[in-house]
């Protein structure tokens, strides 16, 4: 049968005032079985000690900035600790770039190098041989019409009489370019 809503209130009400009336902990229920230890006592809570502050903290008479910066010392130590981790890293990243550059450099260099014994090694010494052969105006003739890098390599394993002979009698601009190439691929610093 279905309890009437005023009932319900009623009802309510009693257990909440009964509830209300009991002393403290009589309302704690605790179920202890057969062989169980006996329940252990609510703990008291105990304060920590304070840590410890410097003397001037504890000094009435010290003024305000003191017992200030007595009381931000960690922090202070803390954020500058940061910003020298902060300095640090900058200045790794920094050393980092300058050693990416420096590696692509020598990259470079390397290159620049395999192509300078490239160049020298194209000038094998039977091509080497029969162009000393030649008359110094064939020569001429043949070594304009011929990729100027192989040609300035061929002049520079010549005899150098007979490679200033065949310069001598080529066109004047066919000539100043074979003579930068051969300079600059003797040239023993850096062509940048």
Do not use: H
């Amino acid at each position: 049968m279905p309890i009437p809503k005023n009932s319900r209130q009623i009802l309510l009400c009693a257990a909440f005032v009964a509830l209300a009336s009991l002393p403290a902990g009589a309302g704690e229920v605790r179920q202890v079985l057969p062989g169980a230890p006996a329940p252990l006592p609510p703990q008291e809570l105990t304060r920590e000690a304070a840590p410890a502050l410097d003397a001037s903290a504890l000094d009435p008479n010290a003024s305000e900035v003191q017992r200030f910066c007595s009381n931000i010392a960690d922090a202070a130590r803390d954020r500058r600790y940061a910003l020298q981790a902060a300095e640090l890293q900058q200045l790794q990243g920094e050393v980092d770039k300058r050693i990416k550059a420096l590696e692509e450099k020598r990259l470079e260099y390397e290159t620049w190098l395999k192509r300078r014994e490239v160049f020298l090694a194209r000038a094998e010494e039977g091509v080497v041989s029969i162009y000393s052969g030649m008359k110094p105006d064939a020569a001429a003739e043949r070594l304009a019409m011929v990729e100027a890098e192989l040609a300035a390599a061929i002049l520079m394993k010549l005899d150098a009489r007979k490679a200033s002979v065949i310069l001598n009698e080529m066109d004047q601009k066919a000539a100043a370019r074979l003579t930068s190439v051969m300079a600059s691929a003797a040239r023993r610093t850096d062509p940048s």
